[in-house]
């Protein structure tokens, strides 16, 4: 298995632009999860979904973000409008169920001018 | 919501040499604790969790302590190696499950 696939890799975007970053978890696991890393605030929590459903986005940081997981296999986190602010290395991570090892991708590393 | 504290942000320890990593927790119902590494410019990889059901748990020279009591764990690495240089992150979870909160890491540092 490739692991948890992430892309782009890098994104450089302008300030007011759309980013979209995409995620394909691992075949067979049911939970994915979101997180944002910068050097300020470390490793951040934004949402969760548990058999593609929505189950905590509290860490969302605002409306400008919005996630969505049509199937299991693939999830999408949405920055409209980007700001300087957003600038992070976003990672996607997937668990078979909520109580097992959660497995990160690549990260995508976004960087808005 | 759960708060985790961890220390020391840098630690710098000579090869074969011990490391130990403390963190704390303030959420009581926090079940599970993950250590995450973190090499630079890669993902977070598990390296070892532990339940609040035990309180160590031990892999080759890689080991955690849990004491609920006072809210705190620790990850402990023996026989320090190059390689052991990365990030390290806890973390802890009420629920026992990925909704994790992490800790703002380590750089650990092992000199030849």
């Known amino acids: 298995d490739a692991g948890v696939i992430q892309s782009p890799r890098h994104e450089v975007t302008e300030m007011g632009q759309e980013v979209t970053l995409r995620c394909k978890p691992i075949?067979?696991?049911?939970?994915l999860f979101w997180y944002r890393q910068t050097m300020m605030r470390g490793l951040e929590l934004l949402i969760y979904?548990?058999?593609?459903?929505?189950?905590?986005d509290s860490g969302m940081p605002e409306d400008r973000f919005s996630a969505k997981m049509p199937n299991a296999s693939f999830s999408t986190l949405k920055i409209q409008p980007s700001e300087p602010r957003d600038s992070a290395v976003y990672f996607c991570?997937?668990?078979?169920?909520?109580?097992?090892?959660?497995?990160f991708g690549q990260g995508t590393r976004l960087t808005v001018v | 919501g759960e708060n985790v504290e961890q220390h020391p942000s840098t630690l710098s320890v000579q090869e074969g040499d011990s490391a130990v990593i403390k963190c704390t927790y303030s959420?009581?119902?926090?079940?599970?604790f993950p250590w995450y590494k973190q090499e630079l410019g890669k993902r977070p990889q598990l390296i070892i969790d532990?339940?609040?059901?035990?309180g160590e748990k031990k892999d080759q020279r890689i080991a955690v302590t849990l004491n609920k009591t006072a809210k705190h764990f620790s990850l402990h690495i023996t026989e320090t190696q190059p390689e052991d240089s990365a990030v390290y992150f806890c973390?802890?979870?009420?629920?026992?499950?990925?909704?994790?909160?992490f800790g703002t890491g380590t750089q650990l540092k092992v000199e030849l």
């Open positions: 991570a997937s668990s078979l169920g909520m109580r097992a090892e959660a497995f």
């Open positions: 075949s067979g696991h049911n939970s």
């Open positions: 979904f548990n058999n593609n459903v929505p189950i905590d």
């Open positions: 959420d009581s119902a926090s079940n599970y």
């Open positions: 532990i339940r609040s059901n035990v």
């Open positions: 973390a802890a979870s009420p629920g026992g499950g990925n909704k994790l909160t």
